[in-house]
């Protein structure tokens, strides 16, 4: 069974910094995509950045590009990410997910079949 466990999270002032920490467990991490989305409170789900099997493939949602940066250790069985110049827009709960095939990638939720806990991002203005 897959576990998913994110860390990292918490209250950060608007222009400040954070790294976000999921760690896998139960799977064979290493064939699977994983992604970051995000729930803002009276708001959709978000896809925020996914990163492929190898880490050769990112892509990330046009409000976080360039400020935000998906990275995995296939080794450890974790993927992070970095979040800078947070805007308090950014405040949000943060959960990580793992594709539902192997070698494949989206940005569409369905896409993902096991998905962590969550942790809470705020950022104050």
């Known amino acids: 069974q897959v576990q998913l466990v994110e860390s990292g999270g918490g209250l950060v002032q608007a222009g400040g910094s954070l790294r976000l920490s999921c760690a896998a467990s139960g799977v064979t991490f290493s064939s699977y995509s994983m992604g970051w989305f995000r729930r803002a409170p009276g708001k959709e789900r978000e896809f925020v950045a996914r990163?492929?099997?190898?880490?050769?493939?990112?892509e990330y949602a046009d409000s976080v590009k360039g400020r935000f940066t998906i990275s995995r250790d296939n080794a450890k069985g974790s993927v992070y990410l970095q979040m800078n110049s947070l805007k308090p827009e950014d405040t949000a709960v943060y959960y990580c997910?793992?594709?539902?095939?192997?070698?494949?990638?989206?940005?569409?939720?369905?896409?993902?079949?096991?998905w962590g806990q969550g942790t809470q991002v705020t950022v104050s203005s």
């Open positions: 997910a793992r594709s539902t095939s192997t070698y494949s990638y989206s940005r569409n939720p369905s896409a993902y079949g096991s």
């Open positions: 990163i492929s099997w190898s880490a050769g493939n990112t």
